[in-house]
């Protein structure tokens, strides 16, 4: 009584068929990634030593460190995290538990969605024109960070805004039916459970600003300077210019310094993102529901 | 505030009334509207100080709007539209700016236990922090009491630091309970608070509100027309928005109606 029929072995059939397909395509996606990875530490490791991290290039970049740039991507992350993290959430706070739904609020969200379409080179030169010269910030780390900022706002408010929707509304119906105002909600029970999906917006945010360039290079990075920054408003070096210069730039570059530069690069930030995740996964593992 | 008045005009049997009872909850000709959809039309009833009132009727009969509009929880929902009068102790709840501190004195159950993701100790200490408690030997106070009014005490006393929401259902919905009283509630509303809890937790907090009512007023929706038999004093039958009957629960099961529908209802022939 159990034999397959004719169409129970198509609907096998097809289900092979297609659980292949998809695994296929899966197994793909880590070609790329395999790949870039084990270059990069292949033709990279070998660079790398406690000196290339924390010395300063000298001879025309083709010898020494590149703490500088290590140092000025550090600060330029850190600075657009603190202009744009808690600008976004606040936004989409606002947007998640408060806003009502017209136009004003349709609009707003079409603005979002339109900002993350922005190229970065256009967000370059918005910056130089915002930062850089209307606020008289010049050629800084705080003009290159706010670019960034701006940039990663909509990563930011999408992210948060989508974790504090997945809150059911049941909670904070029983809040509400309880007194509280909607800030004691959202303080009390929606913001402690949308945490982690918050964080997963920070991380996505730290990968995208600590490789961008364009926005950088017209508003605070530089190609070399002799010195540390000591504030904001100096100007600094960055990884991912200093990549793209001993590239392309100069001439008699030893091949290995490029993959070095690369490796380190993403070394800080999967470093910059193993914190957050591990915030997250400890504060998802005291919260559930 | 002692009168006589008796909710729609409509004279109510007498039976064991004294004549003389406080109004908790006065309500004249409450409409609710979501967008075009009617959910209440037209409905007059006085709540009584001290009595457990059931509303039966089948699904879609606007039960539960009519709580939602007691705990004036229109606000948060733009879609819904409140007219006609509630009063709350004599006052007409829309003239109360301040909301929260009337809502603080509504406790609210819902159909589905809803534990907040917090530990049974914190889901009972919420209303009262949220009102501004922060001593903790105060709060420690009110959690035992409540958990114990709720009958939860003896099966969570040793474990009110671990999630709320990981307790049994029949557990989570006794805290929802907890949690009500924690408010010091002068009225429980309790809508069809069984449907996710097993028979004897049932009647294990039937019990509970038995008791409740000695102190404060309960409104009891539920769609188990002998649960309002054996708990309420008074019934009001709500059919499609409309409020068909109100009286001594007793009559509506002896046929002591005004609406043939009621009769049917209750006996079981259609809902």
Partial sequence: MFEASQINRRNLAWQKVFRFMLGAMTASLILPVALILGTLVIKGTPVISFDFLFTSPTNGMTEGGIFPALLGTILLVLVALLASVPLGVAAAIYLSEYAPNNWFTRTINLAIINLAGVPSIVHALAGLGAFVLFFR?????????????????????????????SVPLAFREACWNMGATRWQTIRRIVLPNAVTGILTGVILEVSRVAGETAPIMFTGAVFFLPFLPSSVFDQTMALSLHLFVVSTQVPNMPEAVPYGVALVLIGLVLLMNSASIALRMYLRGKKKW | MVTTYSGNGRSESTGDESGRYRVKLGVENLSIHYGSATALENVSLDIRENEIFGIIGPA????????????????????????????????????????????????????????????????????????????????????????????????????????????????????????????????????????????????????????????????????????????????????????????????????????????????????
């Fill in chain 1, 137 to 165: 910030f010049g050629t800084s780390i705080l003009a290159a960070s706010l670019t960034l900022a701006v940039m990663a706002l909509p990563v930011v408010i999408v992210a948060t805004r989508e974790s504090l929707q």
């Fill in chain 2, 60 to 271: 879609n009969a606007g039960k539960s709007s009519f709580l939602k509009a007691i705990n004036r929880m229109d606000m948060f929902n733009p879609e819904m539209k409140v007219d006609g009068r509630i009063k709350f102790n004599g006052k007409d709840i829309s003239r109360i700016r301040n909301v929260y501190s009337l809502r603080r004195r509504i406790g609210v159950v819902f159909p589905l236990p809803v534990g907040l993701p917090l530990s049974v100790y914190d889901n009972v200490a919420l209303a009262p922090r949220l009102g501004g408690q922060k001593d903790r030997t105060e709060l420690d106070v009110i959690v035992e009491r409540c958990l114990r009014r709720a009958a939860l005490w003896d099966e969570v006393k040793d474990r009110l630091n671990s999630l709320g929401s990981l307790l049994s259902g029949g557990q989570q919905q006794r805290l929802t309970i907890a949690r009500a009283l924690s408010q010091d509630p002068e009225l429980l509303m309790l809508d069809e608070f069984s449907i996710a809890v097993d028979p004897v937790t049932t009647m294990r907090i039937e019990d509970v509100l038995k008791e409740l009512k000695n102190e404060i007023t309960i409104i009891l929706v539920t769609n188990l027309v002998q649960q309002a038999r054996r708990l309420a004093d008074r019934t009001a039958f709500f059919l499609e928005g409309k409020c068909l009957d109100v009286g001594i629960t007793e009559d509506l099961f002896t046929g002591e109606v005004s609406d043939q529908r009621t009769r049917d209802y209750v006996e079981g022939r259609f809902g």
